[in-house]
């Protein structure tokens, strides 16, 4: 049976961009009408991830006015029209879209996938982009092998813990870093092999050298930008790949393209979207991530689920390193 939609709703605007003073709760916003091709979902869970921030502070351009939010889990109550991917009122899906962070957000059927029985509500709002990031990143920006030394930063943060319970499954050999010994701690439990504090080692090339027999980690997936990234270009081994994928600690300066023919490195600098653009493309990825989730028994860590109306405190966490895994709003 079909709900009816009310005309406003709660939902977290932005008018300019700044710090977390900018997250405006507002209770009289319209609720979307779904266009073409689009889904209209009551949210019950909406994920928070890094990129919000970067939206939030300017470091990447969008539209303002913007209701922030990339990702969401509810119940489709709406559609528009054409092509709906199969899509109707009363799904529960789970999406990747924008406008996620109020109680409805209206976005494309094509980036939408039916919630699995088999998770409880709340595991695949938490899942979705941290997890596709760390699947398509281990296959398609290197494809990891069995054996391959691999180096993880932010090892415990929400992409982190996807990557390290990935490796494992893959028969990788992961080191991981984190800032805290209890950050260091969920890495190892979620498959890292060897673990490292980032902030406190002293010879932190030397002691990558030392774990890899000198050799160094066919791959490394960072995502702190800045202060990573002349590390990653010592540890990695010659004809190694560094995958920068994030900017945690701002993002990484201009470079000479000549200094990779030091080692014959290759380096990328990916984002997810463009490993999941086709419909195609998203249902592939996504239908393998809830496989490995359900049948390899994944762990989908909740750092937290904040009400809607504390957004703010949520981004603060996050941007004060305070958090492991995945953080959620919930209208
Ligand atoms: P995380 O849960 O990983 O949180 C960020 C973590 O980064 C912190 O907990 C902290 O861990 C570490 N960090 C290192 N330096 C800093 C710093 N100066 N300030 C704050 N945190 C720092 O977030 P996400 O999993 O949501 O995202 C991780 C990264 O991946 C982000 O950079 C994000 O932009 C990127 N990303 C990129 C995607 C893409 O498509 N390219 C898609 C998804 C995410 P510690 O305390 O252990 O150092």
Known sequence: MATAVPKTMKGVLIEKTG???????RTDLPVPTPKEGEILVKNDFIGINFIDTYYRSGLYPSPKPEILGREGEGTVIATGSGNLHNLKVGDRVVYMGTGAYAEYTATPSAK?????????PGIAAAALLQGLTALTLIREAYAVQKDDWVLVHAAAGGVGLW?????????????????????????????ANVVINYKEEKDFVGKVKEITGGEGVKVVFDSTGKDQFENDLEVVARKGSVISYGNSSGPVPPFAISRLSAKNLKIMRPTLFHFIYTREEFEHWTGELFDFIIKDKLNTRIHGIYPLAEVARAHTDLEGRKTTGKLLLKP
């Not at 710090?19 to 709760?25: F, H, I, S």
């Not at 939408?112 to 409880?120: D, Q, S, T």
């Open 19 to 25: 710090g977390v003073e900018v997250l405006d709760y």
């Open 163 to 191: 990557l390290c319970q990935l490796l494992r499954v893959v028969g990788a050999r992961t080191i991981g870093t984190a800032s805290t010994e209890e950050k260091l701690e969920l890495a190892t439990k979620n498959g």
């Open 112 to 120: 939408a996938h039916i919630v699995p029985a088999a998770l409880e």
